[in-house]
């Protein structure tokens, strides 16, 4: 079993539209819970991240983590065409080392 | 501002040619990242260094090596590349020793084509 799991998609909705962005993972070691954005021809960038099992509200995104399941998702409210892009999941466990455990990630395209 | 650099944006290659990718960030980080990216698998870690001189396999180490001799210069190497080594490479850093999460910054990539 992959220590996470996170469907490609793609995902194709029209603006306005709720996203939803899952990941699961297996390894209960991972502490921090973090969602990157990736612009075409960009490297990825934090979105932002959780430490606990609940809901995190930044704007329009909420981070939800339920570690009982081992199940993290990322929801956009009111998308946007500039929210198009690749959604990926990875994982902290607290090594100084600072390694992280990405997803494969989400493929995201917002229409008008 | 964060800054991670990457020497070339675009590259090809020929097959058995040794190739070099550099990376430079201008943030003091302690720990440095080569991934490849490719459609459907994701990131893959190949090498991580947490020091200089030092280094850590990462899960596709083979083909490939790293060199880190100055603490902002993360040099990945590939000694006799093959096409299975067309890849879109990413370099990143972080910060070590400061608490949890250790957000890593990414430079925008290498697009290697090896023909």
């Known amino acids: 079993q992959k220590e996470v799991e996170q469907d490609p998609g793609p995902l194709s909705v029209p603006e306005g539209a709720i996203v939803s962005l899952n990941c699961t993972y297996s390894n209960s070691a991972f502490q921090y819970f973090m969602w990157y954005r990736q612009y075409s021809r960009k490297g990825p960038e934090l979105l932002m991240y959780?430490?606990?099992?609940g809901n995190k509200e930044d704007g329009r995104f909420t981070a939800q983590v339920d570690k009982s399941s081992k199940y993290i998702s990322l929801f956009i409210r009111d998308s946007q065409p500039s929210d198009s892009a690749t959604y990926l999941c990875?994982?902290?466990?607290?090594?100084?080392?600072?390694?992280?455990?990405f997803g494969r990630g989400t493929q995201l395209t917002v229409w008008p | 501002d964060v800054k991670v650099t990457q020497s070339s944006r675009y590259l090809v290659k020929r097959t058995g040619e040794k190739v070099f990718l550099e990376c430079v960030q201008d943030?003091?980080?302690?720990?440095m990242f080569w991934y490849r990216q490719d459609p459907g698998l994701g990131l893959r870690l190949i090498y991580f260094?947490?020091?200089?001189?030092?280094?850590e396999k990462g899960d596709i180490p083979e083909g490939y090596s790293v060199s880190r001799e100055k603490k902002e210069r993360f040099s990945l190497i590939l000694e006799s590349a093959s096409t299975n080594q067309t890849s879109m490479y990413l370099c990143?850093?972080?910060?070590?020793?400061?608490?949890?999460?250790?957000?890593?910054?990414f430079g925008p990539g290498t697009r290697l084509t090896v023909t």
């Open positions: 959780t430490y606990s099992s």
């Open positions: 943030m003091d980080h302690e720990n």
């Open positions: 990143a850093s972080n910060p070590t020793g400061t608490g949890s999460p250790y957000e890593q910054y």
């Open positions: 990875a994982f902290d466990r607290g090594s100084t080392l600072g390694r992280l455990y």
């Open positions: 260094s947490y020091d200089v001189k030092m280094k």
